[in-house]
Nanobody
């Protein structure tokens, strides 16, 4: 039904930038919520940012606010994560996720997203 495929990960030095892409198949970017999460080895999955597809409202984790930006291209059914001023602590597998309906106050919780990509590795060296 719904397929999410991330790409764009890689190795970058601290202070550098990367752009991740999430190609969406089986649905359009017209409703619901799209989000990015990350998970470092030995740690729980962590919320990064999301965007409401109808209102455009965004919600950023404090750890990435001012450095990361979420965007979308509806014609390509693709969501992007622009990452600037990367830090070693940003190293993780990054996942995109989708939900049909999520309350803003609960949209940071991974369990509220039924659709997930397979992840792309981001490694930031010091």
């Amino acid at each position: 039904q719904v397929q999410l495929v991330e790409s764009g990960g890689g190795l970058v030095q601290a202070g550098g930038s990367l752009r991740l892409s999430c190609a969406v198949s089986g649905r359009t970017l017209s409703s619901g919520t799209m989000g990015w999460f990350r998970q470092a080895p030995g740690k729980e999955r962590e919320f990064v940012v999301n965007i409401n597809q109808i209102t455009g409202r965004t919600y950023y984790a404090d750890s990435v606010k001012g450095r990361f930006t979420i965007s979308r291209d509806n014609a390509k059914n693709t969501v992007y994560l622009h990452m600037n001023s990367l830090k070693p602590e940003d190293t993780a597998v990054y996942y995109c996720a989708a939900a049909n309906s999520v309350l803003y106050s609960s949209s940071y919780r991974p369990t509220n997203y039924p659709y997930w990509g397979q992840g792309t590795q981001v490694t930031v060296s010091s």
